[in-house]
């Protein structure tokens, strides 16, 4: 069983940057291949963005691309989702999830093996 914990949410003015954190207890998250997903007030979770294990290939929902980047280290046992050029849409309560086999998007974080509880991110304007 993995336990997977998000940290770095918080309330930032549009525009402004956070940088979210996904790690793992129960087994390491190297192991894994990585996705977050958001879920807005109201709406259904949708996709952000995935790594592989290696961290070789990475995959991103069209909104995100050229503002959000999905990256990890293995040695902190980490993975990262940094949100540069923050938009009020992208308010939303944020989940990583995690698989023993990447395959790029995902529908839903339920059709991953694990996920987390979220952090929250509210973007003002």
């Known amino acids: 069983q993995v336990q997977l914990v998000e940290s770095g949410g918080g309330l930032v003015q549009a525009g402004g940057s956070l940088r979210l954190s996904c790690t793992a207890s129960?087994?390491?998250?190297?192991?894994?291949?990585v996705s977050w997903f958001r879920q807005a007030p109201g709406k259904e979770n949708e996709f952000v963005a995935a790594?592989?294990?290696?961290?070789?290939?990475?995959a991103y929902e069209d909104s995100v691309k050229g503002r959000f980047t999905i990256s990890r280290d293995n040695a902190k046992d980490t993975v990262y989702l940094q949100m540069n050029s923050l938009k009020p849409d992208d308010t939303a309560v944020y989940y990583c999830?995690?698989?023993?086999?990447?395959?790029?998007?995902?529908?839903?974080?339920?059709?991953?093996?694990?996920w987390g509880q979220g952090t929250e991110v509210t973007v003002s304007s």
């Open positions: 999830a995690a698989d023993r086999i990447y395959s790029g998007r995902k529908a839903d974080y339920h059709d991953c093996e694990y």
């Open positions: 790594i592989s294990r290696g961290g070789g290939a990475t």
């Open positions: 129960g087994r390491a998250l190297f192991n894994y291949a």
